[in-house]
């Protein structure tokens, strides 16, 4: 697939039928899990184009707004969702990496939190309508309200998956329909 990524602060509309999947998981602490599933969707067997949405960036210079940050996040996940929703062309994947402990993290913020936010927003929004496309995976080892997500899940009856790949490819047969 030709993937054209996204990341804050980049404002972006598509307003046509342009497949899109926004990326949803943890930052702060993990490894750069998103840079490996634009890999993935890169080599999925499929000539057409697909916008994401990468919420993790580089602030060279520029220091992190975090209000910025949340309403771009809040923008890309209802876009993917609402594309589902319209024309069953977008998604979103939730890929739980598991904390690498070597990197730098905030001291007594839990791990993934916003993570959990925008799940719990897009199953309010999957709650109002079964069309819109989630993929959930949950890496081997991941610790944070994992009963939390499987719980959710099985209310959907959302397969979970152990490997990024799995994730990622489970989220572009949902939006080419190839379920």
């Given at each position: 697939?030709?993937?054209?990524?996204?990341?804050?602060?980049?404002?972006?509309?598509?307003?046509?039928?342009?497949?899109?999947?926004?990326?949803?998981?943890?930052?702060?602490?993990?490894?750069?899990?998103?840079?490996?599933?634009?890999?993935?969707v890169e080599n999925f067997p499929d000539d057409q184009e697909?916008?994401?949405?990468?919420?993790?960036?580089?602030?060279?210079?520029?220091?992190?707004?975090?209000?910025?940050?949340?309403?771009?996040?809040?923008?890309?996940?209802?876009?993917?969702?609402?594309?589902?929703?319209?024309?069953?062309?977008?998604?979103?994947?939730?890929?739980?990496?598991?904390?690498?402990?070597?990197?730098?993290?905030?001291?007594?913020?839990?791990?993934?939190?916003?993570?959990?936010?925008?799940?719990?927003?897009?199953?309010?929004?999957?709650?109002?309508?079964?069309?819109?496309?989630?993929?959930?995976?949950?890496?081997?080892?991941?610790?944070?309200?994992?009963?939390?997500?499987?719980?959710t899940a099985e209310e959907f009856g959302l397969p979970i998956?152990?490997?990024?790949?799995?994730?990622?490819?489970?989220?572009?047969?949902?939006?080419?329909?190839?379920?």
């Amino acid at each position: 697939m030709r993937v054209i990524e996204h990341q804050p602060p980049q404002a972006v509309e598509l307003r046509g039928a342009e497949l899109s999947l926004f990326f949803a998981g943890p930052i702060q602490g993990a490894p750069d899990w998103q840079t490996e599933g634009i890999k993935i969707v890169e080599n999925f067997p499929d000539d057409q184009e697909i916008h994401i949405y990468n919420p993790r960036r580089e602030y060279l210079g520029e220091k992190f707004d975090k209000k910025k940050q949340i309403r771009w996040e809040k923008a890309g996940l209802a876009r993917s969702a609402f594309r589902a929703k319209a024309q069953k062309r977008g998604g979103i994947v939730f890929w739980l990496a598991q904390r690498d402990f070597n990197l730098p993290y905030k001291e007594g913020r839990s791990y993934a939190q916003t993570t959990r936010v925008e799940f719990g927003r897009a199953g309010g929004w999957k709650d109002s309508d079964p069309d819109v496309n989630i993929s959930l995976g949950i890496e081997p080892g991941y610790e944070g309200s994992v009963d939390y997500y499987t719980d959710t899940a099985e209310e959907f009856g959302l397969p979970i998956f152990t490997s990024l790949e799995e994730t990622c490819i489970n989220a572009l047969n949902l939006i080419l329909d190839k379920k």
